[in-house]
C-alpha cells in the first residue's frame, strides 16, 4: 500500500520493540522534514494542513503533537493517555532531534531547536487505535518490561522490592488520582493498577538479571540441579518386587 502512494519501504529486524526500527527509519528519510507515525496511528486532515503550515512558515524545528489514544475500546480522556495528557515530538527537521535506544524516552529534542505544540481540539490530534483488550495490554506490558529491564541491568541500575512497590503506588496515584484515572470509569481504574504491576514487574526482572542471569542460565541451573538429584537418588529402577 506505501509504496502504491510513492513511498519508499524499507525493513528492519524485530526488536521486541519499535524504537530501534524508528531511528533506522529517521535515518533513511532524505527529506526537510519527517512525520514519525505507527502502523496504528492516524492524522486526520485539519491536523495534516497545520503541520504543512508550520512546515511552509519555517517558525518551528520541532512540533509536539497530542495524541487521543484508543485503549480497551474507546479513546481514554484522562488517566494519563487523555488527548491533553499526552503530546509527542512526532514532526521534526532532520537533525533537531536526537534518538536512544530507552524504552519511552525514545526522541529528544535539540536545545537549540525552536519547538511549537500544537493545542488540542477535535481535528488536530494523532489518533491512535492502541490496546484492543486487557489481553493485548498485558502481552504488551510483559514484552516492554522486558526490555526495560534489560536496559536498566546494562546501566547498573538498582531497585529494591521496597523502591519498586513504591515506584507502583505513586504510579496508581498519578493515574488514578492526579491525572483523574477515575473519571475514565473502569477502563481507568484498571489501566492505572496495570501500569502498577508494570513497574514491579520490570524491578523483578532487574532483579532476576542480577540474581540470575538471563533465562538460559536458569535453564542450565535447572538440568544441572535435575543431574543432582538423579545422582543423590539414584536414576536406576529399584528392585524385583519378587
Known amino acids: 500500500m506505501a509504496k502504491q502512494f510513492g513511498a519508499k519501504v524499507f525493513f ?8 530501534p526500527a524508528r531511528a533506522f527509519a529517521i535515518a533513511q528519510a532524505s527529506g526537510d522534514w519527517i512525520l514519525m507515525l505507527d502502523a496504528d496511528e492516524l492524522v486526520p486532515y485539519p491536523l495534516s494542513q497545520k503541520l504543512r503550515e508550520i512546515a511552509a512558515s519555517d ?3 520541532v512540533v509536539r503533537v497530542h495524541w487521543v489514544n484508543y485503549l480497551l475500546g474507546a479513546p481514554m480522556l484522562y488517566t494519563g493517555w487523555g488527548p491533553n495528557q499526552d503530546p509527542h515530538a512526532r514532526f521534526f527537521k532532520k537533525g533537531f532531534v536526537t534518538t536512544t535506544n530507552e524504552v519511552h524516552n525514545f526522541l529528544q529534542p535539540m536545545p537549540e531547536g525552536r519547538i511549537v505544540e500544537v493545542p488540542f481540539e477535535p481535528g488536530f490530534a494523532v489518533i491512535h487505535f492502541n ?3 486487557s489481553e493485548h495490554f498485558i502481552e504488551k506490558l510483559n514484552r516492554y518490561t ?4 534489560k536496559q536498566a541491568f546494562a546501566r547498573g541500575q538498582q531497585i529494591t522490592p521496597w523502591r519498586a512497590t513504591l515506584n507502583g503506588v505513586k504510579e496508581f496515584l498519578i493515574r488514578y488520582l492526579k491525572a483523574q484515572g477515575f473519571r475514565d470509569g473502569w477502563r481507568g481504574f ?7 504491576f508494570y513497574r514491579i514487574a520490570a524491578a523483578a526482572k532487574l532483579e532476576e538479571l542480577k540474581s540470575l542471569g538471563p533465562r538460559e542460565a536458569v535453564e542450565a541451573r535447572y538440568r544441572q ?4 538429584i538423579l545422582a543423590a ?4 529402577p529399584g528392585p524385583d518386587p519378587r
Open 225 to 228: 540441579e535435575a543431574e543432582r
Open 12 to 19: 528492519h529486524e524485530r526488536a521486541g520493540f519499535a524504537d
Open 233 to 236: 537418588y539414584g536414576n536406576s
Open 59 to 61: 517558525t518551528a524545528d
Open 190 to 196: 484498571y489501566l492505572s493498577a496495570f501500569m502498577v
Open 131 to 133: 490496546y484492543l483488550n
Open 146 to 149: 522486558s526490555v526495560e529491564a
